[in-house]
Nanobody, 120 residues
Framework: QVQLVESGGGSVQAGDSLRLSCAAS????????MGWFRQAPGKAREFVAA??????RTRYADSVKGRFTMSRDKNTVYLQMNSLKPEDTAVYSC???????????????WGQGTQVTVSS
């Protein structure tokens, strides 16, 4: 089992950048494929980005492609968010899946989320 804790959210202006982090507990973090999701008020949760277990593959939602970059190291995954837009405002959560190696996973462990607010 893995525990996930996100950090790095905040309030920024349109065009600014933020880097979210998701720290994972447990010695088997490298065996999990990871994802970032977001949920805006009154909207369903949506996929943002995913990274494979090895870190060699990534996948992005069309809405963030070219602006967001997901990466991972030994115990943390990151989401570098550039050129932020007001429509990026949401609670961002990371997720983990131990039974998936790629970027199309059914994540079963979730963090509590971190708020990102982008004003125009």
């Amino acid at each position: 089992q893995v525990q996930l804790v996100e950090s790095g959210g905040g309030s920024v202006q349109a065009g600014d950048s933020l880097r979210l982090s998701c720290a994972a507990s447990g010695r088997t973090f490298s065996s999990y494929a990871m994802g970032w999701f977001r949920q805006a008020p009154g909207k369903a949760r949506e996929f943002v980005a995913a990274i494979s277990r090895s870190g060699g593959r990534t996948r992005y939602a069309d809405s963030v492609k070219g602006r967001f970059t997901m990466s991972r190291d030994k115990n943390t995954v990151y989401l570098q968010m550039n050129s932020l837009k007001p429509e990026d405002t949401a609670v961002y959560s990371c997720a983990a899946d131990q039974d998936c190696a790629g970027t199309y996973c059914e994540y079963d462990y979730w963090g509590q989320g971190t708020q990102v607010t982008v004003s125009s």
